[in-house]
Each structure stands twice: as structure tokens, then as C-alpha cells.
């Protein structure tokens, strides 16, 4: 492989995950109950502690066998003391769990669109003030400057949203490599499209990963992992992520990016 380009890992992790997904499922529904989230037992313990407080909801725990937030935070490298960049928090499913890793030394920033605070702004003051390590905001992302030298930004299920909201990606996706320190990750979790269809069904809440991986990595990042994780096979792509079908189960793809360590 030449190395002008980056290294790219599909994590072992995600195969053998969903292996172990479908014979949960399997047996569950042989045994007709919903199938049951366990945490890896390899999972780091800050991470298992975050996943298992009783400070998350069961509406949130109910999404964990189709999220895997073990598997999924693990691979993202977010650890205690971690300044973390979080977009679209709406709704505090992975939020609960930052706070909670980062801890009392570590910064969660919530950045939402001003549309979303209608809905779910007056949740997010409510989790700010209970969680003295989280700020939220709602602005536009066009305008937005982001704090510097943080360590994780996460984009999760709503990069396609951009786009839809008229968001100038290229303008984005260079300040999130600038607000980041040397090293520092951008991980981002979307709903795929079609292959090849590019960004044709963003109206479906969806779209090709291959336009992740082109417009992140033209910002200068370093794609250092592509997972599969989230893989839903049974999904044709084709339908609204919100249809009853097939809502909870898109077929998902997981990027890790990096700041390069030269990049300043």
C-alpha cells in the first residue's frame, strides 16, 4: 500500500460482534423476548460503568442491543479527563454516557441546530444543569467556533443531516480538524444510502459512506479505522430510516478519523 494513504482497519471486533448479535437474536427470539445487551467483557471499566449507571433511562437502555455503545465507545478511543466535541445531542442517548466517561476533569460541549431546541432544548438545559461537566448550545453549525485542542468529536447518525440543513461540510469538517489537538479523533456514525448514490437520498436520512470518507478526508484527516459494527444486512437501503420497518435497524457504518500528529 502506498504510503501516501492511510491505513485503513476493519476492526476484527465488528465480525465477531455480529456474530454474537445474531445468535443473541436467534435465541431470543426463540424464546419470544427481545434479545438482551451484554457489554464486552474486554470492555474498559470506565466504559461498562457508564453503560450500566442508573442515571441512563430504559428507553436508552432499550436501544443498546441495536447501538452496541460498548463496542462503539471503545473503538473510539474516548477515555476519563477527555474534551469531547459532541454534535446532535439531542435526545442525551450517547451524552449521559460522555459525561459520565470523561468525568469531573474531562468537557462535554453540545452543539445543536437552533430547529432541534423547539423539541429537546429544554431537556438539554435540564441535563446541562444535573451534569456540571456539559455545556450545550444551539447555533448555526456555519457559524459555529469550536473550543481548540479538544479530543473526540463525535457526529453520530446526523452527518447526512448537514447537508440536509445546508451546512457547508468543507467549512465544518476544517474546523473540527482545527479545533482538534495533534492525534485527536473525529468519529462519525451515519445510516448508508446505496452505494455509489452519493448524496441522491439524503431525504431518506441517509447517504453514501463514500461521501463521508471523501469530503472528512479532503479536510486533511486520516482515516485510520472503517467498521462495519453496525452492519444490518437485511436492510436494501432504499427505505426512510424512520419507517416502521426498518426503524432501529439501518444498515450503519462507523469512521474513525485522526488529526494527523504533524497538523497543528
Do not use: W
Request: net charge neutral; aromatic share 8%.
Amino acid at each position: 500500500m502506498s504510503t501516501f494513504f492511510p491505513r485503513i482497519l476493519v476492526s476484527a471486533l465488528a465480525c465477531s460482534a455480529l456474530g454474537a448479535a445474531s445468535a443473541a437474536s436467534l435465541a431470543a427470539d426463540a424464546a419470544g423476548a427481545p434479545p438482551a445487551y451484554e457489554v464486552p467483557a474486554d470492555t474498559p471499566s470506565y466504559i461498562r460503568s457508564a453503560i450500566e449507571s442508573p442515571a441512563r433511562s430504559a428507553a436508552q437502555r432499550a436501544r443498546d442491543v441495536n447501538r452496541k455503545p460498548a463496542e462503539t465507545l471503545t473503538m473510539s478511543g474516548i477515555k476519563p479527563g477527555d474534551r469531547v466535541v459532541e454534535f446532535a445531542s439531542f435526545g442525551q442517548y450517547y451524552t449521559t454516557m460522555l459525561s459520565d466517561i470523561v468525568g469531573p476533569k474531562g468537557h462535554v460541549y453540545m452543539y445543536d441546530l437552533p430547529y432541534t431546541g423547539k423539541r429537546s432544548g429544554a431537556a438539554s438545559r435540564a441535563f446541562v444543569a444535573s451534569h456540571p461537566n456539559c455545556e450545550y448550545h444551539l447555533v448555526d453549525y456555519n457559524k459555529l467556533e469550536l473550543p481548540r485542542h479538544v479530543d473526540i468529536v463525535f457526529i453520530v447518525l446526523y452527518y447526512h443531516d448537514l447537508l440536509l440543513n445546508d451546512i457547508d461540510t468543507a467549512s465544518l469538517n476544517a474546523r473540527i480538524l482545527k479545533a482538534l489537538k495533534p492525534g485527536g479523533i473525529f468519529f462519525v456514525v451515519d445510516h448508508n444510502a446505496v452505494p455509489g448514490s452519493g448524496t441522491r437520498d439524503i431525504k431518506l436520512h441517509r447517504i453514501d459512506p463514500a461521501v463521508i470518507r471523501s469530503q472528512v478526508t479532503a479536510a486533511g484527516f486520516e482515516l485510520i479505522e472503517e467498521s462495519h459494527l453496525l452492519a444490518h444486512p437485511a436492510d436494501d437501503h432504499t427505505q426512510l430510516i424512520f419507517s416502521s420497518s426498518i426503524r432501529g435497524h439501518t444498515d450503519q457504518t462507523i469512521f474513525k478519523f485522526r488529526k494527523p500528529a504533524s497538523r497543528r
